[in-house]
């Protein structure tokens, strides 16, 4: 049984940080991509940046130079920390582990709201 749990989210300021992390337990493949996703009201979930365990990382062009995702592969952990906050960054972010179409797992979710 594979668990997500994600922890950082909340309100800041327009120019803000904010460092949301997530561990993941269960059992678990040495090669997985552990990344980052958002929803906004009324918008599509989307990507905002994931890494392999082998350090292979993607970003959405929205956040390239302010957002940095890194990994503690020991401890199945992802971070993804936020610089330079801006109100369209307001989301609820989850937390992704996945490693084959059946392995798709999903945190419960951590709000960031950036007031302007």
Sequence with gaps: QVQLVE???????????????????????????????????????????????????DYADSVKGRFTISRDNAKNTVYLQMNSLIPEDTAIYYCNLFWRAEADYWGQGTQVTVSS
């Design 7 to 57: 922890s950082g989210g909340g309100l800041v300021q327009a120019g803000g940080s904010l460092r949301l992390s997530c561990t993941a337990s269960g059992n678990i493949p040495s090669y997985n991509l552990m990344g980052w996703y958002r929803q906004a009201p009324g918008k599509e979930r989307e990507l905002v940046a994931r890494a392999s365990s082998f350090s292979a990382i």
